[in-house]
């Protein structure tokens, strides 16, 4: 399973950015997918994840309402809609797919795109 993430990019504190989880080879419509980042010298943290549906998502506590996550299986894409960010937000952010509840939790994903840098800083 490849997953390729995009988007990523250099923005002020406040601006947006939208990262793109892009499936190859296979449809991503069976697979819950979860949004990760890790920053230099810290721990991989969940984001973000939603079900193969669409119809459940969950947040961690620090990018409630902030961030949205979305997807569309027409185009094996989900999306990570991120507002108001913060330089804290600063990392490489990477997609997850599995066949997994809703969940955050890293050793629950086996397939894992290569991640894209998401820098915020004026």
């Known amino acids: 399973l490849q997953l390729v993430e995009s988007g990523g990019g250099l923005v002020q504190p406040g601006g947006s950015l939208r990262l793109s989880c892009a499936s190859s080879?296979?449809?991503?419509?069976?697979?819950?997918v979860a949004w990760f980042r890790q920053a230099p010298g810290k721990e991989r943290e969940g984001v973000s994840c939603i079900s193969d549906d669409g119809a459940s998502t969950m947040y961690a506590d620090s990018v409630k309402g902030r961030f949205t996550i979305s997807r569309d299986n027409a185009k094996n894409t989900v999306y990570l809609q991120m507002d108001s960010l913060k330089p804290e937000d600063t990392a490489v952010y990477y997609c997850?797919?599995?066949?997994?509840?809703?969940?955050?939790?890293?050793?629950?994903?086996?397939?894992w795109g290569q991640g894209t840098q998401v820098t915020v800083s004026s």
């Open positions: 997850a797919a599995d066949y997994v509840v809703s969940t955050l939790n890293p050793a629950d994903f086996h397939s």
């Open positions: 080879g296979f449809t991503l419509d069976a697979y819950a």
